[in-house]
């Protein structure tokens, strides 16, 4: 059965540093591309950042560029979200992901059939 659960969500203020984990179990997420999206209150879900199989190649969404990095440790079969100078628009429930097999990282949904239950920030202005 495959498992993936995010934690390290919470309330901080604007400016401030979180970093989100994703335990995969069940997976490999090496195998595999992965990737974290996120769904603020009446929006729909949308990419954060991707990292490939390889741990090589990763893509963010233009408004996490140079705030946000994606990193796995593979000994820990855990994925990673670190969010630097967090702003109050960052707030919503972040989500953790895995395609079904190598390949680029995509911004899209629908190439991602494993997904966490999520982890809900909240940045205070």
């Known amino acids: 059965q495959v498992r993936l659960v995010e934690s390290g969500g919470g309330l901080v203020q604007a400016g401030t540093s979180l970093r989100l984990s994703c335990a995969a179990s069940?997976?490999?997420?090496?195998?595999?591309?992965a990737g974290w999206f996120r769904q603020a209150p009446g929006k729909e879900r949308e990419f954060v950042a991707a990292?490939?199989?390889?741990?090589?190649?990763?893509d963010y969404a233009d408004s996490m560029k140079g705030r946000f990095t994606i990193s796995r440790d593979d000994a820990k079969n855990t994925l990673y979200l670190q969010m630097n100078s967090l702003k109050p628009e960052d707030t919503a429930v972040y989500f953790c992901?895995?395609?079904?097999?190598?390949?680029?990282?995509?911004?899209?949904?629908?190439?991602?059939?494993?997904w966490g239950q999520g982890t809900q920030v909240i940045v205070s202005s």
């Open positions: 992901a895995a395609a079904l097999q190598n390949g680029a990282p995509s911004q899209s949904r629908s190439d991602y059939p494993y």
């Open positions: 069940g997976i490999t997420l090496s195998r595999r591309a």
């Open positions: 990292i490939r199989s390889s741990g090589t190649t990763s």
